[in-house]
Nanobody, 120 residues
Framework: QVQLVESGGGLVQPGGSLRLSCAAS????????MSWYRQAPGKERELVAT????????NYADSVKGRFTISRDNTKNTVSLQMNNLKPEDTAMYYC?????????????WGQGTQVTVSS
């Protein structure tokens, strides 16, 4: 059974940093684009950042550009999200997502999420 396990969430003060990690198993990680999504209470889930299967290209939501960095290690089957200069509006549950590069509608997987709370 496919697994995506997030870690690294927690409580941080505004201006602080966190690094989220997602460990993938039981699928061919290098064939999948990886993304981080987030969902705040009462809001829709939104795409935060995406990295292509080989790691050659990344995209970010405007709200996190310049503050967040997504990266992956295809030898360790992990994807990370470095979050700097965190703001209260970054508070949300963060989810790891895997989407097959050739069959993006057929093969999509989600992790259980890790909570990020930015508060003083």
């Amino acid at each position: 059974q496919v697994q995506l396990v997030e870690s690294g969430g927690g409580l941080v003060q505004p201006g602080g940093s966190l690094r989220l990690s997602c460990a993938a198993s039981r699928f061919t990680f290098s064939n999948y684009a990886m993304s981080w999504y987030r969902q705040a209470p009462g809001k829709e889930r939104e795409l935060v950042a995406t990295i292509t299967s080989a790691g050659s290209s990344t995209n970010y939501a405007d709200s996190v550009k310049g503050r967040f960095t997504i990266s992956r290690d295809n030898t360790k089957n992990t994807v990370s999200l470095q979050m700097n200069n965190l703001k209260p509006e970054d508070t949300a549950m963060y989810y790891c997502n895997a989407r097959h590069q050739l069959l993006p509608l057929k093969y999509v997987y989600w992790g259980q999420g890790t909570q990020v709370t930015v508060s003083s």
